[in-house]
């Protein structure tokens, strides 16, 4: 569980699930080598790789390719089944800012095996959220500008104006597949410019109307020693 500032309180994130959007911009699509989906592509990550503001993001020993990847979160506030686009924003709380951290060699690795990814995706840490939540009746999300820095040098800059598929038709389409709860994050997609990280690394990562959220890197080694 995340508690950040929310309205004049603190909202409590405990999902039940994160469901995550792969290839949802065109040019992150063309970084990765692959073509521009038809339908939106997604993939889930575990609750507990949720951490807030002020945690570590750590890199495990078992990768050597850690990539950051800057997201617009959407927070859905009612169960949501079968909704269509047009009713979709009505089950949403409000917005946030969310890292897909990824183990990109793991990733690779699995692909190349057939296999499943959730290694990639699924480390304790790999899902930092922050600085706060934002109301949906307060936040336009249509055309916001989208960025990460690493030790002030910039590496992603994009606008959600850029998605292949907006965020009503996630919901929709989402929705048919499986239950979204209260509680429930879906992370919208990752503008170009992803890059890895290495321990000692200060991120910052904000989202317009959001703000921004910093967080330190370490290696998982040098927290046990």
Not at 57 to 79: K, N, T, Y
Not at 90 to 109: F, K, N, P, S
Not at 128 to 149: A, H, M, Q, S, T
Not at 158 to 165: A, D, I, N, Q
Request: a negative charge; hydrophobic letters at 40%; one cysteine or more.
């Amino acid at each position: 569980m995340v508690r950040l500032p929310y309205l004049d309180g603190f909202y409590e994130l405990h999902p039940t699930k994160i469901v995550a959007l792969a290839k949802n911009y065109v040019e992150h699509a063309r970084e990765m080598e692959s073509d521009v989906p038809d339908k939106p592509v997604f993939f889930l990550k575990p609750p507990s790789a949720l951490i807030g503001p002020g945690e570590l993001i750590v890199l495990p020993r078992m990768s050597r390719g850690v990539d950051h990847e800057v997201e617009l979160a959407v927070i859905i506030g009612r169960r949501a089944k079968r909704v269509p686009a047009e009713k979709a924003f009505d089950h949403v709380l409000g917005y946030t800012v969310l890292l897909d951290i990824t183990a990109r060699d793991l990733q690779a690795e699995a692909r190349e095996k057939g296999l499943p990814w959730s290694i990639a995706k699924g480390f304790d840490t790999f899902a930092p959220v922050g600085p706060r939540v934002v109301d949906r009746r307060e936040l336009r999300i249509d055309d916001l500008e989208i960025g990460l820095k690493v030790n002030g040098e910039l590496r992603q800059l994009g606008r959600t104006s850029e998605m292949v598929f907006k965020v009503p038709q996630l919901i929709e389409y989402i929705s048919s597949v499986m239950t979204l709860e209260p509680g429930d994050v879906i992370a919208t997609g990752t503008p170009a410019g992803i890059s890895p990280l290495r321990h000692g690394d200060r991120i910052e990562a904000w989202i317009e109307g959001i703000g921004k959220v910093e967080f330190d890197v370490m290696g998982e080694d040098s927290i046990l020693c």
